[in-house]
C-alpha cells in the first residue's frame, strides 16, 4: 500500500516549457487535490476533483491545468511555465469531498518544480 | 474568506519540555480542524482530527483541543523529544481545508 505516489521529485523548467506532474492513489479514494507550498504563503488550493470525471478550480488556478484520468490518477498540466511557478508541488487524496467532518487528506511527497 | 493564523512561526525548546502550539481561525463555521505534522523536503502526515462537534482528541503525547466559539485549537505535546522535530500545520475544513503557514518546532537534546 503506496498511498499517494508523485512523479517526478524534482524537475528544472526553463521559461515557456510545458511539463505533466503525476499523481496515483491506491486508498480507493474519491477525491484528489492539487496544492502548492510556498514560504509565506503556506498551502494553497489549485485545483481537485472530488469524484472520478469532475475537477474544480481552487484558490490559485490560473497557468494549470488539471486531469482526472481515472480514480487512481490525477495530472496537473503547466502548458507554459513561468519562474512564478517556482514551488513545492503537493497531491493529496481523500476518501470524501471534504465536506465530511470526519474526512482527512493524504498527501504525496511532493514534486520541487524550479523554472528558470 | 476563512483565514488560518499559527503562533510562534517557530520554537525551540529542551527535550523533556511540554508545549503547546496554537492555532487560530476566522470562520467558525468548519467540518473539523486537523493537525499535520511536515518533516523537510517531505509531505504531510495527518497527526489528529477533531470533527466540529467535538472538543479534543489524543494519540499518544499528542492533545489537541478545538474551541470553535473563540475560533481556537491547541496542540499539546507532552514530554517532547528531538524526534519531535518538525514543522506543525492546522487545517480548517470548510469548503475546502484552508491551512495555516505552520510552527517550526526544534527540540534540543
Known amino acids: 500500500n503506496a498511498g499517494v505516489t508523485q512523479t517526478p521529485k524534482f524537475q528544472v523548467l526553463k521559461t515557456g516549457q510545458s511539463m505533466t506532474l503525476q499523481c496515483a492513489q491506491d486508498?480507493?479514494?474519491?477525491?484528489m487535490y492539487w496544492y502548492r507550498q510556498d514560504p509565506g504563503m503556506g498551502l494553497r488550493l489549485i485545483y481537485y476533483?472530488?469524484?472520478?470525471?469532475?475537477?474544480d478550480k481552487g484558490e490559485v488556478p490560473n497557468g494549470y491545468n488539471v486531469s482526472r484520468l481515472n480514480k487512481r490518477e490525477f495530472s496537473l498540466r503547466l502548458e507554459s511555465a513561468a519562474p512564478s511557478q517556482t514551488s513545492v508541488y503537493f497531491c493529496?487524496?481523500?476518501?470524501?469531498?471534504?465536506?465530511?467532518?470526519?474526512?482527512?487528506?493524504?498527501f504525496g511527497p511532493g514534486t520541487r518544480l524550479t523554472v528558470l | 474568506k476563512q483565514e488560518v493564523t499559527q503562533i510562534p512561526a517557530a520554537l525551540s525548546v529542551p527535550e523533556g519540555e511540554n508545549l503547546v502550539l496554537n492555532c487560530s481561525f476566522t470562520?467558525?463555521?468548519?467540518?473539523?480542524l486537523q493537525w499535520f505534522r511536515q518533516d523537510p523536503g517531505k509531505g504531510l502526515t495527518s497527526l489528529l482530527l477533531?470533527?466540529?462537534?467535538?472538543r479534543e482528541q489524543t494519540s499518544g503525547r499528542l492533545n489537541a483541543s478545538l474551541d470553535k466559539s473563540s475560533g481556537r485549537s491547541t496542540l499539546y505535546i507532552a514530554a517532547s523529544q528531538p524526534g519531535d522535530s518538525a514543522t506543525y500545520l492546522c487545517?480548517?475544513?470548510?469548503?475546502?481545508?484552508?491551512f495555516g503557514e505552520g510552527t517550526q518546532l526544534t527540540v534540543n537534546p
Open positions: 486508498m480507493n479514494h474519491n477525491s
Open positions: 476533483s472530488a469524484s472520478e470525471g469532475t475537477t
Open positions: 493529496a487524496s481523500s476518501e470524501y469531498s471534504g465536506t465530511s467532518s470526519a474526512d482527512t487528506q493524504y
Open positions: 487545517a480548517s475544513s470548510g469548503s475546502r481545508l484552508t
Open positions: 477533531i470533527q466540529s462537534s467535538q
Open positions: 470562520d467558525s463555521a468548519i467540518y473539523n
